[in-house]
């Protein structure tokens, strides 16, 4: 019976449905999800799969929470959703006060959004529209990194990289900005002076017509899982106010504690004019986002023509990603987040330590709770993913990459089965080649 109805999922969903990055009807090695519990994914036929990816990186506390569950069946029950134009509701101003606790000092203004990908067209349109207001519409450009990664959606496509990102077929129509070589790549080397030359050269021969730059702070994700020195920030920030940009962090990825710290930017005590969340924000859960700023931007906005902030979606605030999400954030004000993400750093290092001599592996690297084995060539992905779910780990492989970011909950015996589960198929499966 199971098998009959594993079968006729499996039949719709290759008929009918799009995958991400995917041609539709020709996703290799697609399983069927039945149940998820703490780090682990229950498929149909009966495996338990331990999760690397936290569902990209979202399901920071594990899947099927007894708190995050209770949560919305206690909000569904009372109102799941009522529109934000012109009314507003509990649950909304519970997570606002949250966040503002959370958050870097100043930025206490807080738009909710619809995702991480809406966060960063919210926080570029806020940018835009700043600018319009203090009588500079020329600056409506925007400066981003190389190896950059913002989301799928128009403006922030316009702000992933061109060449190496996934974008580069609508390059021709999206928003040209400018590009800035990514920072040297490691989070403890030095500062090098000949590439801060060059990233201020970049900005003041175009600085009248930006309105911000926009980074991914520390970590650098989908477009490479680069991490670099946090002193970079405060460089780049610097820029920004000496050539009069605003400065944009998009912690989607990074925030809620992923690089051992609540939030990246806070690794060099920065504290960017506007602030993107996301993924980790309702636990996973569901989808939302938010976009912080400061009393400077917000006062801009409220004060010059138009005079209102030009965005507002149907599902702004939606009551059910509110309480979940302040219910996330009441899990995470009681974990010690730096312990806590140190020690699965340390599991990760100690786990993925032998393949730093195998020659097939290009680069070892941790961050918090990120896990990085760079291959010298692509992977093949469909040939690992199967390998991996065999032996009971689940992971999404991407380009050279084979990276971990699981749940905080991970203990470190789950852990230690996961990386060794990895170095397992990675030995063995290059040995054959």
Same mark, same amino acid.
């Given at each position: 019976?199971?098998?009959? @109805?594993?079968? /006729? &999922? =499996?039949?719709?969903?290759?008929?009918? $449905?799009?995958?991400?990055? +995917?041609?539709?009807?020709?996703? !290799?090695?697609?399983?069927?999800?039945?149940?998820?519990?703490?780090?682990?994914?229950?498929?149909?036929?009966?495996?338990?799969?331990?999760?690397?990816?936290?569902?990209?990186?979202?399901?920071?506390?594990?899947?099927?929470?007894?708190?995050?569950?209770?949560?919305?069946?206690?909000?569904?029950?009372?109102?799941?959703?009522?529109?934000?134009?012109?009314?507003?509701?509990?649950?909304?101003?519970?997570?606002?006060? @949250?966040?503002? /606790? &959370? =958050?870097?000092?100043?930025?206490?203004? $807080?738009?909710?959004?619809? +995702?991480?990908?809406?966060?960063? !067209?919210?926080?570029?349109?806020?940018?835009?529209?700043?600018?319009?207001?203090?009588?500079?519409?020329?600056?409506?450009?925007?400066?981003?990194?190389?190896?950059?990664?913002?989301?799928?959606?128009?403006?922030?496509?316009?702000?992933?990289?061109?060449?190496?990102?996934?974008?580069?077929?609508?390059?021709?129509?999206?928003?040209?900005?400018?590009?800035?070589?990514?920072?040297?790549?490691?989070?403890?080397?030095?500062?090098?002076?000949?590439?801060?030359?060059?990233?201020?050269?970049?900005?003041?021969?175009?600085?009248?017509?930006?309105?911000?730059?926009?980074?991914?702070?520390?970590?650098?994700?989908?477009?490479?899982?680069?991490?670099?020195?946090?002193?970079?920030?405060?460089?780049?920030?610097?820029?920004?106010?000496?050539?009069?940009?605003?400065?944009?962090?998009?912690?989607?990825?990074?925030?809620?504690?992923?690089?051992?710290?609540?939030?990246?930017?806070?690794?060099?005590?920065?504290?960017?004019?506007?602030?993107?969340?996301?993924?980790?924000?309702?636990?996973?859960?569901?989808?939302?986002?938010?976009?912080?700023?400061?009393?400077?931007?917000?006062?801009?906005?409220?004060?010059?023509?138009?005079?209102?902030?030009?965005?507002?979606?149907?599902?702004?605030?939606?009551?059910?990603?509110?309480?979940?999400?302040?219910?996330?954030?009441?899990?995470?004000?009681?974990?010690?987040?730096?312990?806590?993400?140190?020690?699965?750093?340390?599991?990760?290092?100690?786990?993925?330590?032998?393949?730093?001599?195998?020659?097939?592996?290009?680069?070892?690297?941790?961050?918090?709770?990120?896990?990085?084995?760079?291959?010298?060539?692509?992977?093949?992905?469909?040939?690992?993913?199967?390998?991996?779910?065999?032996?009971?780990?689940?992971?999404?492989?991407?380009?050279?990459?084979?990276?971990?970011?699981?749940?905080?909950?991970?203990?470190?015996?789950?852990?230690?089965?996961?990386?060794?589960?990895?170095?397992?198929?990675?030995?063995?499966?290059?040995?054959?080649?």
């Amino acid at each position: 019976m199971m098998e009959n @109805k594993e079968k /006729e &999922l =499996l039949d719709f969903d290759h008929n009918h $449905l799009w995958h991400p990055y +995917s041609a539709l009807g020709k996703e !290799e090695n697609l399983f069927p999800v039945k149940s998820a519990k703490g780090v682990y994914l229950e498929l149909f036929n009966g495996d338990l799969l331990l999760d690397g990816m936290a569902s990209w990186w979202s399901v920071i506390h594990g899947y099927n929470h007894p708190i995050l569950n209770a949560a919305l069946k206690r909000q569904v029950d009372s109102m799941s959703h009522v529109m934000f134009g012109g009314l507003t509701h509990e649950p909304a101003v519970e997570l606002g006060r @949250k966040l503002v /606790e &959370l =958050l870097p000092d100043g930025l206490d203004k $807080l738009f909710y959004a619809d +995702s991480g990908s809406v966060a960063v !067209e919210v926080a570029m349109k806020m940018a835009i529209q700043y600018w319009y207001c203090k009588g500079r519409p020329e600056k409506s450009r925007f400066a981003a990194l190389k190896k950059a990664y913002h989301g799928d959606t128009w403006h922030a496509m316009s702000v992933c990289d061109p060449v190496t990102g996934m974008h580069s077929i609508f390059s021709e129509t999206l928003p040209e900005q400018i590009f800035i070589p990514e920072p040297p790549m490691g989070f403890d080397v030095e500062i090098d002076s000949g590439y801060v030359d060059g990233v201020r050269q970049i900005i003041c021969e175009n600085h009248d017509s930006l309105a911000a730059f926009i980074v991914e702070p520390i970590v650098q994700g989908a477009g490479g899982m680069r991490v670099y020195n946090p002193a970079y920030l405060n460089i780049l920030q610097g820029l920004c106010k000496e050539y009069d940009l605003l400065f944009i962090c998009d912690e989607i990825a990074t925030g809620f504690g992923r690089t051992g710290k609540m939030f990246a930017v806070n690794h060099a005590g920065v504290v960017p004019d506007i602030i993107c969340l996301g993924k980790g924000l309702t636990g996973g859960y569901m989808t939302m986002g938010c976009v912080a700023t400061n009393e400077n931007i917000a006062t801009t906005l409220n004060e010059k023509d138009p005079g209102v902030f030009m965005h507002g979606p149907t599902f702004m605030a939606n009551p059910l990603a509110c309480a979940v999400s302040a219910a996330s954030l009441d899990i995470l004000s009681k974990y010690e987040i730096e312990p806590m993400i140190a020690e699965i750093q340390h599991g990760l290092s100690v786990g993925f330590s032998p393949l730093k001599i195998i020659t097939c592996v290009q680069d070892v690297r941790t961050m918090g709770a990120i896990g990085v084995i760079e291959m010298r060539d692509q992977v093949d992905i469909p040939e690992i993913q199967k390998r991996m779910v065999k032996e009971g780990i689940w992971l999404r492989p991407f380009g050279k990459l084979i990276y971990v970011m699981p749940a905080f909950i991970i203990s470190q015996d789950a852990l230690k089965f996961l990386t060794g589960k990895i170095v397992k198929v990675i030995c063995e499966f290059y040995h054959e080649k």
